[in-house]
């Protein structure tokens, strides 16, 4: 057996996290023909590179088909209710930085607050007799946020991309939306609630509590834990 | 742990004794329409209940319980009065604790009858208390319409009146309402810069989506006149503050209710039919001396409640939901009726429990 650690396949989140652990003394890297998802890890011993879409990572640590993974707690936090009993957190990584944020169109002058909201909705669904309409990809941890601040009248409809054209596109009147620097949103005409804030998300080292560890998995993680904790 | 034909055999027992007491059989789908679920309930019933899905019927729920299914079957054609009883799973989503069952057997009781509700109500409480006792439960009573009648006749605007209603079943968006009405929490400055702004419209970008500016303008309006209003206050306030508190034995927190009415006049109906319910329970051999009676329970649970409310639960076993719960539901009548309504009150009981309960002694 060896250790190991899922890494995003594609992209930023992937140079980012092989500088990362470049930092580190560890060199990560792919090998064989671009379009070939096939990694090497030098450096270390015992430890095997798996790349994977950055949203397969929190179910392969949950199922121990991986001992350890890299990618944003939002992802972790929205497709893992169970979370804290199956993962540790081993290292925040200082990129991928996100908010998970309420977002409502600039026009509402009137709704500044989750309170605010709550009311408009009441309002919105008496005139229009539907429930207002919030577009999302992050269902759980939405409603559970709306849920926990007492609104209502809401109704979540599913958005996995280009979430922020859904107002102006009259599919949904609001949304809840990953953003980093708030740019997209102000270019869409839409604003962040004052208390909007549901998950500040960035890049992180997870550990897998289920995975099977044979002794020399053990000695692994201790050597890369050292390095990296 | 019971397994599954023990539990089958004792809710079709159960199921028998409603039988006796005069209910017809009736059994309902296991896939729901999603959509008035969610027009019920809201979103928050997505955490609750499993939602499929097909091209043909769009988005379906395995029923997360029996009352909505039976209440529109007899609302199309059932015939006054009635009584039914049914034994089925429903399925429940879990995504906090592993420990609660997806799926579990419900028996339940449902009357619709308009004859006289105090006895009605008096009729499924004995009778689940019947079907219960031996397990040594403790049972819990309230009724959810002394506080919505309390809310109905407070002295401020009827914005006001109705934003509370509607959070009636979220407690704590209740209370942070009344905080704000009564001007115990400050006003946030975004709120108070719009209230004083000449052109709140500024900086708005783009008229974007279907909510317009009209309806921006209407609700700052509403603001507005809701800063000119004076702050709910005074004896009122205090005296629907200490309702929600109430809890005692059903004598005791009656005679504390009476004397709450004295500011909060329009909930006396409403204790009137408490008062009647207690004697119609006494009547069916109800020790009411000692029952427990809290005037805001049942508030949390799904919101089709607006009467009286029960539960029976087991002590020293909080890690165990409730064995029977049930209530009235009037109001459901009337959204499921079109155009027509019934008084309703019934409940439900869950065998599994029962038989645990029964090993664990």
Same mark, same amino acid.
């Given at each position: 057996m060896t250790l190991k650690l899922g890494v995003p396949s594609k992209g930023r989140l992937m140079e980012k996290t092989f500088d990362w652990f470049a930092e580190r003394g560890i060199a990560l890297s792919r090998t064989g023909s671009d379009r070939e998802y096939a990694g090497a890890v030098e450096g270390i011993e015992g430890i095997a590179l798996v790349l994977l879409s950055a949203g397969e990572v929190p179910r392969e640590l949950a199922a121990g088909r991986i001992h350890l993974g890299v990618t944003g707690t939002d992802l972790i936090h929205e497709k893992l209710a169970l979370w804290q009993s199956q993962l540790a957190e081993v290292a925040p990584m200082g990129f991928g930085h996100a908010d998970l944020v309420i977002a409502v169109p600039r026009l509402w002058a009137d709704v500044d607050t989750l309170d605010d909201l709550d009311a408009a909705a009441a309002a919105f669904r008496a005139r229009h007799g539907y429930r207002l309409r919030i577009a999302t990809k992050y269902h759980r941890l939405t409603r559970e946020f709306l849920q926990g601040a007492g609104v209502a009248d809401y109704a979540l409809v599913d958005s996995q991309g280009a979430t922020e054209g859904t107002v102006k596109n009259e599919t949904a009147e609001a949304i809840a939306d990953i953003t980093s620097s708030g740019e997209t949103l102000r270019a869409n005409h839409l604003k962040i609630l004052a208390d909007g804030l549901i998950l500040q998300s960035q890049a992180t080292l997870w550990q897998s509590l289920v995975a099977e560890y044979a002794p020399e998995d053990r000695k692994a993680l201790a050597a890369l834990l050292e390095r990296v904790g | 742990m019971a397994t599954r034909a023990e539990v089958l055999a004792r809710a079709a027992a159960l199921r028998s004794v409603f039988e006796r007491a005069g209910a017809l059989t009736v059994e309902t789908p296991?896939?729901?329409?999603?959509e008035l679920l969610l027009d019920l309930y809201g979103e928050d019933i997505r955490a609750r209940a499993y939602v499929t899905s097909d091209a043909l019927r769009g988005e379906q729920m395995l029923r997360p319980d029996f009352t909505v299914p039976v209440v529109q079957m007899h609302m199309a054609q059932g015939a006054e009065p009635a009584r039914y009883t049914y034994a089925g799973e429903v399925f429940r989503r879990q995504?906090? =604790?592993?420990?609660?069952?997806n799926e579990y057997m419900q028996v339940g009781y449902e009357v619709f009858d308009r004859a006289d509700v105090a006895a009605a109500d008096a009729e499924v409480f004995a009778l689940f208390s019947e079907v219960v006792a031996g397990l040594g439960l403790r049972a819990a009573t309230g009724d959810i319409g002394i506080l919505m009648a309390a809310v109905a006749g407070l002295e401020t605007t009827e914005a006001r009146r109705a934003a509370l209603m509607r959070h009636i079943w979220r407690p704590k968006r209740f209370r942070a309402l009344i905080d704000r009405f009564a001007g115990r929490t400050p006003v946030p400055p975004t709120r108070a810069a719009l209230l004083a702004s000449d052109d709140p419209f500024a900086d708005i970008g783009a008229d974007i989506g279907v909510r317009t500016r009209e309806e921006v303008e209407a609700r700052i309006e509403t603001l507005r006149a809701d800063a000119a209003s004076p702050p709910l206050g005074g004896a009122q306030l205090a005296a629907l503050e200490a309702l929600a508190e109430v809890r005692g034995p059903s004598p005791v927190a009656l005679k504390r209710l009476d004397r709450l009415a004295g500011d909060l006049p329009t909930i006396r109906p409403a204790l009137e039919r408490t008062r009647a319910r207690l004697a119609a329970m006494e009547a069916r051999g109800? =020790? $009411?001396? $000692?029952l427990d009676f809290e005037a805001s329970y049942g508030r949390t649970s799904m919101e089709y409640y607006d009467g009286f409310v029960f539960g029976f639960y087991a002590p020293g076993r909080d890690d165990l939901p409730a064995v029977a719960t049930g209530g009235r539901y009037d109001a459901l009548t009337r959204r499921l009726g079109n155009g027509s309504e019934i008084p309703a009150v019934g409940g439900v009981l869950r065998p599994g429990l029962m038989i645990l309960l029964e090993a664990g002694s």
């Open positions: - | 296991i896939l729901q329409p999603a995504e906090s =604790d592993a420990g609660r069952a109800i =020790d $009411t001396a $000692t």
